[in-house]
């Protein structure tokens, strides 16, 4: 009974929230400006220009002008964003043996999860500007997209160290802290983060660290790991394969929540910042490795240089700039994987 | 000399297929409005609007707005349709173990057949209105994709029941019932069905099993089946990568022939009804099958979401509707597929 | 000591290329007008339409237009077109058993270098029109995507004959070739190639036929291809998913520097011929293998349909023409690989 108790609370909980996603979506969320038909749009404030305006005063021009969007340009972006979500990040691990379709399968349930979660969670915070409603643009599944890849980062930790029950319990506080964590960094500090860098790829990896590190047991390192990082020629082909879907749609990820001229930058710094991390990373892991390409560096070195400008992609950085980015972390990445032994006994 | 034939008709039964189709586009098929130089669009009528009118007076405001809809708009979510159709059913099905590298050129194969056929079956029944003249626009191409989906899911119903030759007959065959359903449903009826749950999915599936009936024997349910459901590892790996590319692109293809604020509740309410289908269906197959997941279900329950939408996406069904249909389909999805063991002997 | 450098020259070739890659960037590129704050866009030129200008006055018309494209025009063909070259090019190799996980990585290696390589070599012929700048903008990184292309071609041909710094070396001096002979196909005669049919297809697979034919050794032709060759079930399904996804994103690569009416008959026509060529390649790949699908035929013979219309696809073929260049060049493609055997000695 008890087993059995063990088995279902998985079923049990991730059951459980996914109905209390409902019956707050029924209380709090309704379509925004774009997706409402122009006989209901009354009930929206205009401000004095006469756009739309249900965030209040204290909407900033250039969120307002986010919200004018068209689909085209933002829906493109949001769809190569949710590709590198579910299979990207979804066929990245799957170079550990044990971390096959069970994995990406995880991964599937888990961002669907957080997507609609952060939804909440997001416009709970957006909500006083917002007389109390959160309403759903493009702009708020391409955030909800970026939720569900912070808590894919934690994920990548503690791989193989939580029980089922456990993954849904640690995304749902996740997601929260990431919230407040956002918060914190972008409305009362004002820091620019386009592509996330900070709220998304830090905060994702110290979170999951903190957890690795509270949960931690001396066998672990050991015999555990060496059978999970085993891996076989196909194993490796899924993995690249989600590496390099992850490698090729960062640029919209860095883009997507950019406007005007930056979103150009964007694409530009992060086209040329990824491109050289993978040269940095795979001539790093050459001579590390004396003429091996082994995946663990491979993949972390190859998409350094999509989270390091992340920050800071929409920045007249120059071209050469990006790729002096791109090409440092793609080193310092890589070297980093294979001399800080630390990193093996903990991730 | 019999075998020889018997192996051959599939090659010839499929060439003259293209010769025919060849001819047909010579003798019907041109460009439409705006793939013709601006020189050349005199022989265009234009209605008292003065908008490109190749449909005459039975056009609806709503398809002539369509047939200005810009590249961008549509090519995304074309291109986002083309991948279901070529990756995403065509490796949905590689989790058994027969229908490999196999299966996959069939999908290929006949979806490529069927898109160019279904392309003049359509036209044929539009052109009374249209001059008698197939104009090619972005909306047939993405009609002809929705086509080939439907004849795809015919072919999950009845796979591994019929020769090469067969599969080919059944495709010609079936594209012109399906226009002649298609016809019926949304010309004579006027139902609503922007993205298809009836006129494509369920008359699919319905083909699909009256054709499994009709050419069912017994002894198939035995020995046959147990051989073609199992799959390896690896096998899950490509299915769950066709399965994970249908559910990330399903709200392209809700969205991608409705138009102005509509198009932007088919994507919002299609994410949200997936998403929760896909813990739906996650959580009753951990249930139902103690705590592992199979991927029969999960396929199944994942996907149903972006189904039980499909006919109502354009309506305001409000976010949280949206959940309830998505959440309600997973469960209910899973359940059939597990406990209507008919469908183990028909499908 | 010798060998420690052959192993190590790899990275040392690359690495220098890299840094000198960046080094140019530093004196030559810029960001073009799309990416330019508005404050500082008084450093361009513009022409007497108050266009921007920066390629002086022996700017066509054409290409003026093309600068002023906005993002998702052309960016959601160019993420096609980069899904094309690293996954559709990664995993087209993956049937031959040696050609996997590290192929793959080296198509990802080759590739990001060649697109930063390119954008200097293009723009250095494009300098003396351009104020000695080379401005990065859209159409830039979707010609750098072709010219990736084009070593790839040439790379398939070239496959288990050279070391790994031969490979480096062979891209970087192809590159520079391959614009030589861009400048004078399009500049110097004028040719209309939009789908880089003569600059990228032919030349590319040209240089790699010559290349192969210099360091052809007889000993080849004998063990080490059928040892190359031979690939299991799961290689065929990598394989696949490699021609699945250059068959499906074709119409985004010959459309991407189409405009206007021109961009959707090449979008038309590319959709057309291609799915014609699956047709004529399997039929003919089945009649010539009795009953068989082989995938060196099945990739040659469907994809030839994108290939052959490439340089004619923005032309008013109507699309009865289309569907008969495509179904002949499937035809003769799968026929060519069949019949002329020297490509078994060479390829």
């Known amino acids: 009974m008890d087993r059995k108790w063990n088995l279902m609370s998985f079923a049990v909980v991730l059951g459980l929230s996914e109905v209390a996603i409902l ?33 209040g005063p204290g909407t900033s021009a250039q969120e307002l002008s986010q919200s004018r969007v068209s689909i085209p340009d933002s829906y493109s972006m949001f769809q190569d964003v949710h590709v590198m979500i579910f299979i990207g990040f979804g066929f990245l691990m799957t170079f550990m043996r044990r971390y096959g379709y069970g994995g990406v399968g995880f991964n599937f349930i888990l961002a669907s999860l957080v997507t609609q979660w952060s939804i909440l969670m997001r416009g709970f915070f957006e909500m006083p500007e917002n007389h109390y409603r959160i309403r759903l643009d493009m702009n708020k599944i391409i955030a909800a997209e970026f939720s569900a890849g912070t808590i ?29 964590n956002e918060y914190i960094v972008l409305y009362l500090y004002g820091a620019v983060d386009v592509g996330g860098t900070i709220t998304i790829h830090l905060f994702g990896a110290y979170f999951g660290l903190a957890l690795a590190r509270t949960i931690h047991r001396r066998e672990w390192s050991t015999d555990m790991f060496n059978d999970l990082k085993y891996g076989t020629h196909y194993n490796d082909l899924f993995s690249m394969c989600g590496t390099v879907f992850l490698f090729m749609f960062w640029p919209s990820f860095n883009a997507a929540l950019a406007v005007g001229d930056s979103r150009y930058r964007a694409i530009f710094n992060t086209y040329l910042a990824i491109s050289s991390s993978v040269i940095g990373g795979f001539v790093t892991c050459w001579i590390v490795k004396n003429g091996k390409f082994t995946m663990d560096i491979v993949q972390n070195g190859t998409l350094s240089g999509g989270v390091i400008v992340g920050s800071v992609c929409t920045l007249y950085l120059y071209p050469w ?19 800080v032994t630390v990193s093996h006994n903990i991730n």
């Open 23 to 55: 019956i707050l979506f029924g209380i709090f969320v309704d379509y925004g400006w774009d997706g409402t038909p122009v006989s209901l749009r009354g009930q929206f404030l205009h401000d004095s220009h006469g756009n739309p305006n249900y965030r």
């Open 321 to 339: 700039g990006s790729i002096l980015c791109g090409l440092m972390a793609g080193v310092i990445s890589s070297l980093g994987f294979h001399y």
């Open 152 to 180: 894919l980062i934690s994920l990548g930790v503690v791989l193989g160290k939580l029980s089922p029950v456990q993954y849904v319990i640690m995304v749902v506080v996740e997601t929260v802290l990431a919230m407040v």
